[in-house]
């Protein structure tokens, strides 16, 4: 039940660009976005819903495709602050109160 | 506003011991969560709560306890610590209406 998320780690450069992908094989009502500084808690970033519109703030946006099953967190002209360690959870129904987390991604933006 | 607190930081427990890990809100939110993060891992859902009275289980319940008898405390109880229980622990918070999970800042929890 636990979404798979891919990579598993992701190397940049300041200025490049990178997604990260959250899949599942249950039907998702929502997806959740985390990151997770080194030593820190998670921090929201932003929620997908089903039949939504991609959604995104400053550089790093998110989509999701119903028909997949999958979100994708797009970050753009990465930024040393965006290092650390994305979650995605996700909602199998609407209210279910509660999310299923996947493995993370670390990801290590160097200047 | 304080958010969520979460004591100790950290601890080590023998094989065997019980300890309770102390989580508070201030934000009135009535969803509270508690995670387990093991290295290099996700979080695992262990308990949560919909409101003062209410619990159910997550993904990873056995081997420990939950009550909610205020709005603002949600505190997880170990019994009979073992190795494997080894790990980072989360107190969350989320206000019913909203998406957004609040953390607290964790407790390192070692077990030997």
């Known amino acids: 039940q636990q979404p798979v998320q891919s990579p598993q780690a992701v190397i940049l450069r300041e200025g490049e660009d990178a997604v990260i992908n959250c899949s599942s094989s249950k039907a998702l009502y929502s997806v959740h976005w985390y990151r997770q500084k080194h030593g820190e808690a998670p921090v929201f970033l932003m929620i997908l819903l089903k039949g939504g519109e991609q959604k995104g703030h400053d550089k790093i946006s998110a989509s999701f495709n119903e028909k997949k099953q999958q979100s994708s967190l797009y970050l753009t002209a990465s930024q040393l602050s965006y290092s650390g360690t994305y979650f995605c959870g996700t909602e199998i129904a609407f209210n279910t109160d509660k999310l299923i987390f996947g493995t993370g991604t670390r990801l290590q933006v160097f200047p | 506003n304080a958010g969520v607190t979460q004591t100790p930081k950290f601890r080590i427990l023998k094989i065997g011991q019980s300890m309770t890990l102390q989580c508070t809100q201030d934000?009135?939110?009535?969803?509270m969560y508690w995670y387990r993060q093991d290295p290099g891992m996700g979080l695992k859902l262990i308990y949560y709560s919909v409101g003062a009275g209410i619990t159910d289980k997550g993904e990873v319940p056995n081997g420990y306890n939950v009550s909610r008898s205020t709005t603002e405390d949600f505190p997880l109880r170990l019994e009979l610590a073992a190795p494997s229980q080894t790990s980072v622990y989360f107190c969350?918070?989320?206000?019913?209406?909203?998406?957004?999970?609040?953390f607290g800042p964790g407790t390192r929890l070692t077990v030997t």
């Open positions: 969350a918070s989320m206000t019913s209406g909203s998406d957004e999970q609040y």
């Open positions: 934000m009135n939110h009535n969803y």
